[in-house]
């Protein structure tokens, strides 16, 4: 990590170095905290907008949760990362549409590609043939368009757009639903070291605070993250869902963000779920063939019908 960042803490032109390494810790400590959730850290500093996390923990707590990320992050192999916090350095100004912005964020690999136009392509764990075919489609189409394909290496849909992405020579960004020294699953280990290595990898899950609580509680990361992911990029396209699917989060994120939402045709021909309907109902567009994407997004490589 760098040792300072400098921050622009209120209008004026002035800035002010800060350490990374204070705030992460800072942050880390606020999510110990009893009750400590995105929802009401995000309502802390929507109070202060002007706040950084060292403004709400002593600096010495600070200091002391930083080592003891570090160790942590080093114990599980991590031996190099970087962080993005609010107010400071690259932090994405995009991620403030989301209804409760995170304020900082672990990442490994390249963050300039954050800065490049980027599509989530998403959908279920347990997809079907056609639907990890499709994924993978989409995921070569998007590439050839020059597009950045950002998923949540997940099992599944996640992982046939990676791969489809990595095998096309394209770039991709994984939002992950773990702190960084974490794989799930843990079948793709190798390509999320990949993904850290050549690409990007980012987390916003607090490291400590997931180190201390139990599986059930650590599984509410997972829909969290995919709110980041909408706010990441400029559009999310569903590839397959089911009626409680966690991707669903990131549908109703896209719309809040006004962010273009696309569902493919097939999901819409299902009998056993009613989510694309509602969904197009509220503004999502129905994707019959890949000129809806290209149309919405303003790019137009070559088209292949769904």
């Known amino acids: 990590m760098k040792n300072a960042l400098f921050a622009s803490r209120d209008s004026s032109p002035a800035i002010n170095p800060i350490s990374p390494a204070r705030e992460l810790g800072a942050y880390e400590e ?5 009750g ?8 802390r500093f929507a109070k202060d907008p002007t706040a950084l996390p060292s403004d709400f923990v002593a600096h010495s707590i600070a200091d002391a ?20 916090i609010n107010h400071a350095g690259d932090y994405p100004e995009r991620l403030r549409d989301a209804q409760h912005p995170v304020e900082l964020l672990y990442y490994r690999g390249t963050w300039e590609l954050s800065e490049t136009r980027g599509v989530a392509v998403v959908g279920s764990r347990r997809a079907s043939a056609e639907g990890l075919k499709r994924a993978a489609r989409i995921a070569r189409e998007l590439v050839g368009a020059g597009f950045t394909v950002v998923s949540g290496l997940a099992a599944g849909i996640d992982t046939a757009a990676h791969r489809a992405t990595l095998e096309a020579k394209g770039r991709t960004i994984a939002v992950i639903g773990t702190p960084l020294g974490v ?9 999320q070291a990949q993904i850290a290595s050549d690409y990007l990898l980012i987390s916003q899950v607090p490291v400590l605070r997931y180190s201390k609580q139990a599986v059930p509680q650590n599984r509410l990361f997972f829909p969290e993250r995919n709110i980041t992911m909408s706010a990441l990029t400029e559009a999310t396209i569903i590839v397959e869902a089911g009626e409680t699917s966690g991707t669903l989060t990131q549908a109703r994120a896209a719309l809040h963000q006004r962010r273009k939402l696309f569902i493919l045709d ?17 503004g999502a567009i129905r994707v019959k063939k890949s000129e809806d ?14």
Not at 37 to 43: D, H, L, P, V
Not at 73 to 82: C, D, E, I
Not at 184 to 189: D, M, S
Not at 266 to 282: K, L, N, V
């Open 65 to 84: 949760r930083a080592r003891e990320v570090f160790q942590a992050l080093k114990t599980a192999g991590v031996h190099g990362f970087g962080i993005r």
């Open 36 to 43: 400590a959730t995105f929802k009401n850290i995000a309502e």
């Open 266 to 282: 097939s999901c819409f021909a299902r009998s056993d779920i009613t989510w694309p309907a509602t969904y197009e109902a509220r």
């Open 183 to 191: 794989t799930y699953p843990k079948e793709n280990a190798e390509l």
């Open 30 to 34: 606020m999510w110990l905290q009893p």
């Open 293 to 306: 994407i290209w149309d919405a997004l303003g790019d137009h490589p070559a088209s292949t019908n769904r």
